[in-house]
């Protein structure tokens, strides 16, 4: 899948963004959309090999509000695995990209701020905080057990940096991380700074966890908590916990988070546990929030 995926970035990525000047002046030439549709599908099959056990379905080209420049985006099927790719097109037909496209005028964390979803999501730290960290997370996720030890080592030395957590749990190769994602959303029910206590026991335990003992692991995390343990149980087999996860999955996905742990410190994208890059990302935004002050 990986393969995929680096196919359509990086081989698209390469082909000259001269044609953005070139774009602006094909406007009077624009091709129909299905025959635009037709000329990416025969010049990605040709490029990559692409034979008929390979679909591949476009969005209809839509206005970006650059002057001849279109937006699709294709849909990649092969056998059980699945991507897609947001791509660019002029309007006549003839340049093709794959990248980022950046407004100057706009703050460029703003609409990523816009996206993110905290409302009912478990947090730590000052409300106010001048910086928010964002943490979409899957229990089960080695390297998010590495990302729990930087953040629990890192932000007791920034006050001024408060923690907020969403469930990402990847089922297609961690098991049971969906279970452990609910059992943090009952726990966060009963009594929010529970949560916590779950965030750092499955992470603490997190190899002596499998599919088959988790649902008695939580329990006893339920019970140590001081929790409820018949209301615990009831609410992990709960439609309203399932569907808490989902819209938190939802939510990750409107922000192209494929992969975890990925942070988003005050809406600026970070992937990974890089304890340094967290803290350059941490003490920007206090310069910044000093500088606007001064």
């Known amino acids: 899948m990986r393969a995929i995926r680096t196919v359509l970035i990086v081989g698209l990525a390469a082909i000259s963004l001269s044609f953005l000047c070139k774009a602006a002046l094909a406007q009077a030439q624009a091709e129909p959309p299905a025959e635009i549709q037709q000329k990416i599908e025969a010049y990605l099959r040709k ?7 390979v679909k591949l379905v476009f969005s209809a080209p839509k206005e970006t509000g650059v002057a001849g420049l279109l937006e699709t985006t294709v849909e990649l099927t092969m056998g059980e695995n ?26 460029p964390l703003a609409e990523t701020r816009a996206k993110l979803d ?16 964002v943490e979409f997370a899957d229990f089960e996720c080695p390297v998010c057990r590495q990302l729990h030890d930087v953040l629990r080592s890192l932000l007791p030395n920034y006050p001024q940096a408060r923690l907020v957590f969403k469930d990402f749990p990847i089922e297609q190769i ?35 966890i499998s599919a088959e003992n988790v649902w008695t692991r939580v329990v006893d995390y339920a019970g140590q908590a001081g929790l409820d343990q018949g209301t615990f149980k009831a609410c992990l087999a709960s439609p309203a916990v399932n569907a808490a996860v989902d819209a938190s999955l939802t939510n990750g996905r409107l922000l ?20 340094k890059l967290i803290e350059q990302y941490i003490q920007y935004e206090l310069a910044q929030k000093k500088a606007a002050k001064k």
Not at 47 to 53: D, K, M
Not at 118 to 133: E, F
Not at 180 to 187: E, I, K, P
Not at 261 to 273: E, K, S, V, W
């Open 256 to 275: 192209e988070v494929n992969s975890t742990p990925t942070l988003f410190i005050n809406g600026r994208r970070l992937i990974g546990a890089d304890a």
């Open 47 to 53: 490029l990559y090999a692409f034979g008929p056990e």
């Open 118 to 133: 905290l409302k009912d999501a478990p947090s730590t730290g000052d409300p106010n905080a001048p910086v928010t960290i």
């Open 174 to 208: 961690h098991p049971w991380a969906r279970t452990a994602a609910l059992a943090g959303r009952c726990a966060y029910q009963q009594n929010p700074k529970a949560f916590w206590i779950f965030y750092d026991d499955l992470y603490s335990d997190q190899d002596l």
């Open 82 to 107: 699945h991507d897609s790719a947001k791509m660019y097109v002029s309007k006549d037909g003839k340049f093709l990209f794959r990248g980022e496209m950046a407004d100057l005028s706009k703050d």
